[in-house]
């Protein structure tokens, strides 16, 4: 510590059913609002523990992360983030499950009549295995979407969040695509692109 700034040479602790380093981050302290400038690693987060620690959304996600973050800011208050929160995040999950989250139900229904139009012409289309696939999913236990090997970078800009590159995950219904950005005040601007596969589409 120096004039009431600190840098962590080495910090390290276990959290969440993982692992986090912050060796690298700094703190001003006497500054007005505390100006921080975080870099931080962590391994095999339990998004289901820590999300249960400070919200009410602790049993709506399961999986484990892995983060790199490189954030900067002032003041730690939930206002100050929203309006002052730069930098770089990545992380990614070989699996996630949203168990409030239904992809398949959306868009099933318009995929559906417009196939069954296709269908009258060709005489190929039998009906979207929607059905089929919840089946299967409650067989083996699963509620909600689980996304499937995930690897996401997203760039913060005061408060503002955008994604670098689209995020491409596998689900039981086939491949998702997700790009577009939001904020931290609960702004969500995201584009979703499923493709269906032919285990849920029927020929």
Same mark, same amino acid.
Do not use: C, W
């Given at each position: ?7 962590f040479?080495a910090?390290?602790?276990d959290?969440y ?8 981050s ?13 870099k931080l690693?962590t391994?095999?987060?339990q998004?289901?523990?820590a ?8 049993k ?10 490189t ?15 730069d930098?770089?995040v990545?992380f ?19 995929v559906?009549?417009?196939l069954?139009?296709?269908?009258n012409?060709?005489g ?10 919840? !089946?299967?999913?409650?067989?083996s236990?699963l509620?909600?979407? !689980? ?10 800009n ?12 596998q ?8 790009s577009?950005?939001?904020a931290?005040?609960?702004t969500?601007?995201l584009?979703?692109?499923?493709s ?8």
């Amino acid at each position: 510590m120096k004039n009431g700034k600190v840098k962590f040479q080495a910090l390290d602790f276990d959290i969440y059913g993982g692992h986090i380093s912050a060796a690298g981050s700094t703190f001003n302290l006497p500054a007005r609002y505390t100006e921080y400038a975080l870099k931080l690693s962590t391994q095999n987060i339990q998004i289901g523990q820590a999300l249960d620690a400070h919200t009410s959304m602790g049993k709506v996600m399961t999986g484990a992360l892995n983060q790199k973050l490189t954030l900067s800011g002032r003041g730690l208050s939930g206002d100050d983030l929203k309006k002052s929160l730069d930098g770089s995040v990545r992380f990614s999950t070989k699996s996630l499950t949203i168990k409030s989250l239904d992809l398949l139900g959306p868009i099933g229904a318009p995929v559906d009549k417009a196939l069954k139009k296709a269908g009258n012409l060709y005489g190929q289309y039998e009906g979207l295995s929607a059905a089929s696939a919840q !089946t299967q999913s409650a067989s083996s236990g699963l509620k909600g979407t !689980t996304l499937k090997n995930i690897e996401a970078f997203l760039d913060f800009n005061k408060g503002r969040f955008k994604l670098k590159k689209p995020i491409k995950a596998q689900t039981h219904f086939g491949a998702l695509s997700l790009s577009g950005g939001g904020a931290l005040d609960n702004t969500v601007d995201l584009k979703a692109t499923a493709s269906l596969s032919p285990s849920t589409v029927n020929k």
